[in-house]
């Protein structure tokens, strides 16, 4: 019996095949065994060539009969393998000398390849072939061959030959995988399991193998899933041992707050405010996540939360992940604060020298509210006593940066309390797991005299009608978005567009002003833009995605989106949630350049049909799987290795119902064995 070990400690395992393994996150031997195959080929049978269809993988013997070596444009060599039932052509585009040897005429060959037609008959692009003396016959393997997901520089044959090393060594009992699900769960055992994912037997379904719905892997994705529970659980717990400093707002200044607004707040924002209210009054640190749909009024919430929080002398802190959209608090939270006498602090990292040193100062004497970027987690920030934060659409942070602005406000054993906004909506699945150490407020009702903006899309080549349908809004004094996403992933490029379609469209456009605002504009150029548009001075706003997040102008009511087709959903939404603000009807225009493809065709229509959030985020999930709707490249949470939350949805309640069942011990392994010893991926905050 051996433990795991490091794939480094291996023999022949030097530093460079360890970082290649490590690359496809296969550090110890364990891990070689949760690394899934793509797909199968059947080795266990020949197949005479008469028997050969196109279309199919087969495997064949025969002996070289002919060879002949094409000139064209490059070398190619062709040769026909013969058995006694018939013959088949062997193709190769290019070919090393050594292969010239191996496809001589007489020589005996195996090979393996897919078969497909050609003018000439039948043949094999680049066989694999192996080559076989006079008379003989190698034993035929008795289960199909895995092929593994691999990456550069660590060979088909490498990687499957330390897989299957590691799992005989599971069968024979030296390497030790105990079991960690409780004994008499219904599912297929953990060794079973492999062997049959690893090994399978001709016959066995192999789709169901690939797609994940076979009962060997969601028994993986199962315990896969358990881990991520009890680890989640095991953050809860911690999180229950942590104290906060308890806040009280004694002399009533929210309602102050709610009261000096121009509109009286929705239910669902009250019902939200006292929920955080709630949270803040207790000892221990609130983990709040606030779900909003764009132009829900969260901002409103974040106000109330900001006043309770330093009613009683603390601070507070609110973060956004731009500076366009933190400069938009910084301008709506100084109003909604005046009438109580707060006076936010305002800090970017363009703000520099003296303002600079003079917000320092504040921030660690009598401020009350910060209102800024990520540059407020800097090291040279220090807090005079940071009781609230508040994360504005978190998920474009990472988690690093979340976590060091906690740490401003950790005092011994006392941590801030953190509420996280999102205007993307977390389908149910999603909001399970990865935000599994949160709760959740949601605020479900848009303000009143809110009318669904109408979504068309057309053809970049109706771009005339769109420019007359532009004209008649201007003329009716409403605002307009012209959007240029991305040409390409280039922030420079995007800019570029943006700027030639503003002097196009300004030349087009002589009544009206058009401004310009993209990312690589100077902070004070881009605050003046957005100063000019909200007032109403600049009619036409050309943009890049910058304007995607938070953006608010009441009277901006018609979005043009440009080159929709390469955008996803959630971008979608949130863009087109920047009209529909106000009391007028609301318009976006989705302009695509054809032909669609079906993936696209599928977001443009659901953005036809819908503007609800939840609708939309779950349309996403299905068309993009879980990662990406959650933006976690950058957060690093939720890297399955095999259970996918789509997919093995079914899967939830069963780890709920194992995980009263684990013991702490067994808790432990199931963490060590799926995330780790640091459980880096859990969202402490
Ligand atoms: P979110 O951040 O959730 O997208 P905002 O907080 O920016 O939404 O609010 C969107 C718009 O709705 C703003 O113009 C805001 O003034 C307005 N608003 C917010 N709450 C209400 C309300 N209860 N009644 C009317 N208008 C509201
Ligand atoms: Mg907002």
């Known amino acids: ?20 393994l490590a690359g496809l996150g296969l550090v110890r031997e364990s891990d070689l065994l949760f690394h899934l195959p793509l797909r199968f080929e059947d080795r266990t049978r020949l197949t005479p060539l008469n028997q050969v269809r196109p279309g199919t ?92 997901p691999t990456t550069q520089g660590l060979g088909q044959a490498r990687l499957a030959g330390m897989i299957a090393a590691t799992l005989s060594r599971l069968k024979s009992g030296q390497l030790d995988l105990v079991e960690l699900l409780p004994e008499d769960h219904p599912a297929i055992g953990l060794r079973d399991a492999l062997t049959v994912i690893h090994s399978p037997p001709p016959g066995e379904d192999l789709e169901a193998l690939t797609e994940g719905h076979h009962p060997a892997v969601q028994r993986l994705a199962l315990e896969e899933l358990l881990a991520h529970h009890l680890a989640l659980a095991r953050v809860n717990r911690a999180r229950a041992q942590q104290r906060a400093p308890a806040l009280s707002d004694p002399h009533g200044k929210v309602a102050q707050l709610l009261a ?42 974040a106000a109330a939360a900001l006043v309770t929080a330093t009613a009683a002398g603390h601070q507070a802190a609110i973060v956004a992940p731009t500076e366009i959209l933190a400069e938009q608090h910084f301008r709506t939270l100084s109003e909604y604060l005046a009438p109580l006498g707060i006076e936010p602090v305002w800090l970017a990292g ?140 280039s922030e420079v490029l995007e800019a570029e567009a943006a700027e030639t379609r503003s002097q196009e469209l300004a030349r087009q456009l002589t009544e009206f002003r058009v401004g310009l605002i993209h990312g690589r504009m100077k902070p004070a150029d881009k605050q003046a833009v957005m100063a000019a548009f909200s007032a109403g001075e600049i009619h036409l706003l050309v943009a890049t995605t910058v304007i995607e997040v938070g953006v608010d102008v009441p009277n901006a009511s018609l979005m043009i989106i440009e080159n929709a087709e390469r955008l996803g959903l959630s971008q979608l939404h949130q863009l087109r949630g920047r009209v529909g603000r106000g009391s007028d ?101």
């Open 585 to 685: 009807q609301a318009a976006c225009v989705l302009l695509y350049k054809p032909p669609l493809g079906e993936t696209a065709r599928a977001r443009l229509e659901v953005m036809r049909e819908t503007t609800d959030g939840f609708v939309i985020a779950e349309k996403d999930l299905q068309l993009r799987g879980p990662g990406e709707v959650l933006g976690t490249r950058q957060t690093g949470a939720l890297r399955f290795r095999i259970a996918d939350l789509t997919r093995d949805e079914a899967l939830l309640d069963r780890v709920e119902q194992l995980a009263d069942r684990v013991d702490g011990q067994q808790a432990r392994q199931l963490i060590e064995r799926w995330i780790g010893p640091a459980e880096q991926f859990v969202d402490v905050g």
């Open 1 to 20: 019996m051996s433990a795991d070990r490091a794939l480094s400690e291996l023999p022949g395992v030097g530093p460079q095949l360890a970082g290649r």
């Open 350 to 489: 363009k703000v520099q020298g003296r303002a600079r040193t003079e917000a320092l100062e504040r921030l660690a004497g009598d401020a009350a509210v910060a209102i800024g970027t990520h540059a407020l987690f800097q090291k040279a920030v220090a807090f005079r006593e940071l009781a609230l934060v508040i994360v504005d659409e978190q998920h474009r942070f990472g988690v690093h940066q979340r976590l060091a602005l906690a740490d401003k406000g950790r005092k011994g054993t006392h941590q801030p309390h953190q509420l996280v906004m999102t205007a993307t909506p977390i389908p149910r699945t999603l909001a399970m797991t990865a935000y599994a150490g949160l709760d959740v407020s949601v605020i479900d009702e848009l303000p009143p005299g809110r009318k669904p903006v109408t979504t068309v899309a057309a053809s970049q080549q109706r771009r005339g009608e769109v420019i007359e349908r532009l004209v008649r809004a201007l003329r009716e004094k409403r605002q307009a978005y012209w959007v240029c996403p991305l040409i390409e992933e």
């Open 260 to 301: 000096a607004l121009p509109f009286r707040p929705t239910g669902a924002q009250l019902r939200v405010i006292e929920e955080i209210r709630a949270d803040l009054s207790r000892e221990m640190p609130m983990r709040r996540l606030l779900q909003g749909d764009v132009g829900s009024g969260k901002t409103v919430v």
């Open 57 to 148: 993988g087969v495997q064949v013997e025969g002996r070289i009969v002919h060879r002949d070596i094409r000139y064209g444009r490059t070398r190619m060599l062709v040769a026909t393998l013969a058995d006694d039932t018939g013959q088949i052509s062997l193709r190769l585009f290019r070919f090393y000398p050594s292969q010239l040897k191996l496809f001589s005429e007489g020589q005996r060959l195996r090979c393996f390849g897919e078969v497909r037609l050609s003018p000439g008959g039948l043949e094999m692009a680049h066989p694999q072939c192996q080559s076989l003396k006079d008379g003989e016959s190698p034993p035929l393997p008795d289960s199909l061959t895995p092929v593994y």
